[in-house]
């Protein structure tokens, strides 16, 4: 393969200390072979191992070694963010720490990458877990693409290579790593990927059980209003407000024309759902009106495909 990029590696990592010098010895016999010029950037999650001090004995021998280790555990998702921070490369590969992806399928990620997809995310199409994770997962990406439109079979594969663009512009927080690839699209980048080999975990555990799948959805929900809003909130909840407040008054002008009619008026559960559903209206209307206001105040930023301005 023909070396045209700098290659920025970020690590998250958690309580990994006995994978990390075989993951420092497999990436760099990899990226010494294609890279002009390569950083591996461990950040460490407020390991409480040993991980710590086998990354500060791999530093001193060797200066692409980049370490940032958090004071506390704050999950993968700040990791992989503080980590795209401070990248360099052109090219940006995220790797989980525990060697069960492969470090070797980089090139071929980074082939994608010139063939001109932005983000190239590994598809684990032969997954090394227990079926407790296999299974939920499977339904995870399933729902996922279903509802983001969205043609990927492994949204949450450790292994991705970016375009250093990518990396700089999507937003991510609390556990939202699994939707990078929509959130991706979301700003208008090119996703695609490739199938990768996975392997069993060798040492130490997951982190992650099976509760994360609850928080998966909703964190789904989150991303689909992120992206789907598109710009106004009042345009989301706007929606609502109209439906109840028509249903809501619908329902009572007929009773209204009932009355007028002379036929006396009783309760009757119908019109206290029409007037529940007034009330609802206005609630969502002005909860609305309040995330607009809010969003109004807030910074708006997009991403450029080309910014010439100057002379
Ligand atoms: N990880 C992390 N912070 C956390 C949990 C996990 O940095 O709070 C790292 C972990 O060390 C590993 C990667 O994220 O490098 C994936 O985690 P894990 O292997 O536990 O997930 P699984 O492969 O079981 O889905
Ligand atoms: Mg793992």
Redesign the pocket.
């Known amino acids: 393969m023909e070396r045209k990029h700098t290659i920025s590696v970020v ?6 200390e006995k994978s990390l010098e075989e993951l420092y010895n497999r990436l760099t016999a990899v990226l010494n072979k294609i890279a002009v010029g390569y950083e591996l950037l461990f ?1 460490d ?1 407020g390991s409480t191992d040993g991980s710590l001090k086998v990354l500060h004995s791999l530093r001193e021998k060797d200066n692409c070694v980049k370490i940032i280790s958090f004071q506390r ?1 704050y ?2 998702s700040a ?1 992989l963010s503080e980590g795209f921070n401070v990248v360099n490369g052109d090219v940006v590969i995220t790797i ?3 060697l ?1 992806d492969n470090p070797d399928e980089i090139p071929e990620l980074i082939e994608v990458l010139d063939q001109g997809a932005d983000l190239v995310s590994g598809w684990k199409v032969n997954r090394k ?1 227990p079926i407790t ?1 296999t299974l939920p997962s499977k339904i995870f990406n399933f729902v996922t693409s279903f509802v983001s439109g969205i043609k990927l079979h492994d949204f949450n594969c ?1 292994l991705k290579a970016y375009k250093k663009e990518v990396v700089k512009r999507v937003v991510i927080y609390g556990e939202l790593h699994r939707f990078i690839p929509v959130l991706a699209v979301w700003e208008g980048f090119r996703v695609s990927e490739k199938g990768v080999s996975h392997s069993e ?1 060798k040492f130490g555990r ?3 059980g099976t509760k994360r799948f609850l928080n998966g959805f909703f964190d789904l929900m989150t991303v689909m209003f992120i992206t789907r809003r598109s710009t106004s909130p009042l345009h989301f909840f706007g929606r609502f407000a109209v439906f109840f407040l028509a249903a809501g008054g619908l329902i009572n002008f007929y009773f209204l024309i009932q009355w007028l009619m002379g036929k006396g008026l009783h309760v009757r559960p119908v019109m206290v759902g029409g007037m529940i559903m007034i009330v609802i209206a206005v609630q969502i209307g002005f909860f609305g009106l309040l995330a607009e206001l809010f969003s109004s105040r807030t910074e708006k930023s997009f991403s450029f495909r080309e910014y010439l301005i100057d002379d």
């Not at 690590?11 to 990994?16: A, Q, S, T």
């Open positions: 690590i998250p990592l958690f309580n990994e950040v999650d555990n999950g993968k990791a989980d720490a525990d069960q877990d994770k450790g975990r997951s982190k992650y």
